[in-house]
């Protein structure tokens, strides 16, 4: 049994569900299941439980519909301890689901699974994946121990209560004898790392902004990058002032804290290290208030989120030093905070950027765009990308758009954005793509500079997805805006209130796909 980098040790199993032992089952069913006198898994756990099953889903009104669940003891009749019935629904439905979302649903249910483990106490969990029917049972185990993972985490940086136990063991249960299969092990393999990738994120994210200063992004990164075996270049405010990073800088003026410019990069050796790079550019603000466009005071509660983009590309580079790709990723962050100062860039100030490009400051609040352009037109210029991937939480208007769940997906027609989007699906990631509307284009231009920081209230996330495309010039480019997904109101499934490393499945499996 392998251990992961969240402590939890993660094996599969071939011997049939019931017989697992372990504290807690978790057993995954079809509405199917639960009708007349039961099927499957159900029918013969009720058989063991002697009717304890059929009689508590009545009481329960539990039918196996996506996101129920019903907890149960087993009595000493099976050899865990307890059992636990996650609803997939129709099976129809959840089969086509399955295929087309990498495994998502049995993913969720997993996470609940997860979740349930740790508030119980439970030391060791088994998920036993349900009968697919011709499903790839290596895509299914690595999506249920990816769900119980990430939903075994909690945030406890600033807790001053004792810790619960720990989940110490995760057993996946798979068809009899695809547990000794190459598939299934390296499946599981991979679900560790993309776990732990995902828990150091949120755990960055999670952070207060005292704390997670742009030094301390800079230093996190350098930390991960000597652990993973990964190179790293850390510039200060003096290297950005040489490179004359305006935009960049101006933003970061009218704070304390001094900016950094991260690039944390895998290099393949021999031919392959001179093949031209996929470059993952993540937005890294610690802390946004508005500047001297100040935020209400309840839209800034959770601003020392603003900074998950650069948590997921860093996120993601954990796992790319693990799969060792024939060809170099970087991942490349501009850290600073927008602060109200003295000395804060001003609406009406014009800006000349690392491009040459100017820019007229509307509204001191659209400044991830403003740093995220600096860094663009760096990597674009300096790294000689065969593509860049930008993730940023970028705008209040992509959530009205599409809601707290999904992220917009942004870049001009080519093969990039469908690799973006065929990724995210694989990965079970919930991405839309969205228009880049040429007539909004319109709105970002300035009668004073070249260009304007931002556009009219309407089609806000697209006028931001223009002005990011301003900077990378012909270089094929696409945009994540996770302002949405990146951070959760209450927890479902595998994803906790707080931040959720949203992104780094998709720029994994991105990595995975990628033909150099």
């Known amino acids: ?267 393949p050796r021999g031919a392959a290290a001179r093949k031209r790079p996929l470059v993952l550019v993540g937005k890294a603000l610690t802390f946004d208030s508005g500047g001297l466009s100040l935020k209400p005071t309840d839209s800034m509660v959770t601003m020392n989120t603003d900074m998950a983009g650069s948590a997921a590309v860093l996120g993601a580079m954990r796992v790319v030093a693990a799969l060792e790709p024939p060809f170099p990723v970087h991942a490349v962050l501009g850290a600073c905070e927008n602060m109200p100062g003295g000395r804060a860039y001003k609406p009406s100030d014009v800006l000349v950027s690392y491009a040459g490009k100017t820019v007229e400051i509307v509204n001191t609040d659209a400044e991830g765009r403003l740093v995220l352009g600096d860094v663009l037109a760096w990597a674009a210029e300096t790294l000689a990308p065969a593509a860049i991937v930008d993730v940023a939480t970028l705008t209040g208007a992509c959530m009205v758009g599409l809601g707290l769940t999904t992220a917009g997906l942004f870049g001009p027609e080519g093969p990039l954005v469908d690799q973006v989007l065929a990724a995210a699906r694989a990965a079970g990631e919930d991405v839309w793509r969205m228009p880049m509307t040429e007539a909004l284009e319109e709105q970002l231009k300035s009668d004073r500079a070249d260009l304007k920081n931002t556009g009219e209230r309407f089609g806000g996330a697209i006028t931001a997805a223009h002005f990011l495309h301003a900077f990378v010039k012909d270089v094929p480019w696409a945009h994540l805006d996770i302002a949405g997904p990146s951070h959760a109101r209450k927890e479902r499934g595998y994803v906790p209130k707080g931040g959720t490393g949203f992104g780094i499945r998709t720029l994994v499996e991105l990595v995975r796909r990628y033909d150099a």
């Open 1 to 267: 049994m392998a251990k992961g980098t969240n402590g939890i040790a993660v094996r599969a199993s071939g011997a049939p569900a019931l017989e697992i032992e372990a504290d807690l089952l978790a057993l995954p069913v079809f509405e199917d299941e639960l009708r007349g006198g039961g099927a499957g898994q159900v029918r013969a756990l009720d058989a063991l439980l002697d009717g304890a099953v059929r009689a508590a889903a009545k009481a329960e009104r539990f039918e196996g519909k996506a996101g129920q669940e019903l907890r149960l003891d087993a009595n000493g009749k099976v050899p865990a301890g307890r059992v636990l019935l996650l609803g997939l629904g129709a099976r129809a439905k959840a089969s086509e689901a399955l295929a087309a979302s990498g495994y998502e649903p049995l993913r969720a249910a997993a996470g609940q699974a997860g979740r349930a483990a740790v508030k119980l106490g439970a030391k060791a969990l088994a998920v036993a994946i349900p009968e697919l029917g011709g499903g790839d049972a290596a895509l299914a185990a690595r999506a249920s121990a990816e769900g119980a993972l990430l939903g075994a985490y909690a945030f406890r940086r600033y807790k001053t209560d004792d810790r619960p136990p720990a989940l110490a063991a995760l057993i996946v249960g798979v068809p009899a004898g695809a547990e000794r299969t190459r598939a299934v092990k390296d499946a599981l393999a991979l679900a560790q790392e993309i776990a732990g990738a995902v828990t150091w994120a949120r755990d960055l994210v999670n952070l207060g902004p005292a704390d997670c200063t742009p030094t301390l992004l800079a230093e996190t990164a350098a930390a991960l990058a000597k652990q993973a075996g990964l190179h790293v270049e850390v510039r200060g405010p003096k290297e950005l002032q040489a490179l004359k990073m305006g935009m960049f800088l101006g933003v970061a003026r009218g704070s304390a804290e001094p900016p950094r410019l991260v690039r944390v990069s895998w290099i």
